[in-house]
């Protein structure tokens, strides 16, 4: 257990020299003491056990690959609960930004429905062709030649519209439009027959 001031303990620890050297013992030490409260924090914060154990991994090496960043007039544990703190935010973030883009393209994958894919359009999609439509959909961020499609579908913009964000002609709009189908479509198909195989 640690005995002297936690400042005064991780300097001597891990030294002057910028703390570079890693000392297990001090680590041990480090750990053993607020080991757990990390892990509650993570606990309180993402409401996932199994999350909380892999950021508090996360924190813990964090916090070994920048313990010569702590400055010794600080406590260790406002420190440690700083790092803490803000990884989980950057976690949930993350998480919430997966969670928008997982509802995007459940929303998006509804608008091609519309008559476009008439294979989708009667909402009679079995499981595995919805799967496939969803995975095609989701490679639309991947490529930007089928941003177009998001345009048109999900935002309901007009060719006119298309046209003058993009800097080009109705009629150039109209064929990336028709390319960007096409290429989706085989995507779909492609995602569709991996999926039944």
């Not at 007039?73 to 420190?79: G, L, P, R």
């Not at 989706?184 to 027959?193: D, S, T």
């Amino acid at each position: 257990m640690i005995t002297a001031t936690e400042s005064t303990f991780v300097n001597s620890c891990f030294g002057e020299q910028l703390r570079r050297k890693v000392n297990s013992e001090c680590t041990a030490a480090l750990y053993e003491k607020h080991g757990h409260l990390v892990y509650q924090k993570c606990l309180q914060m993402t409401k996932s056990a199994e999350d909380a154990h892999d950021l508090s991994q996360e924190i813990w090496l964090k916090v070994m690959n920048n313990i010569h960043r702590f400055r010794s007039e600080a406590k260790y544990s406002t420190w440690l609960y700083s790092i803490t703190y803000n990884h989980c935010v950057d976690f949930i973030r993350r998480r919430n930004r997966r969670q928008k883009l997982h509802d995007h393209y459940q929303t998006e994958a509804s608008y091609f429905g519309s008559g476009e894919f008439p294979e989708f359009a009667d909402g009679n999609a079995t499981h595995a062709e919805s799967e496939a439509l969803l995975d095609g959909v989701k490679q639309l961020t991947s490529d930007k030649k089928l941003n177009i499609l998001w345009f048109k579908y999900a935002l309901g913009m007009s060719i006119k519209e298309i046209s003058k964000k993009l800097s080009i002609s109705d009629s150039a709009v109209k064929m990336r439009l028709k390319r960007a189908r096409q290429t989706l479509k085989m995507q779909v198909e492609a995602n569709f027959a991996l999926s039944v195989n």
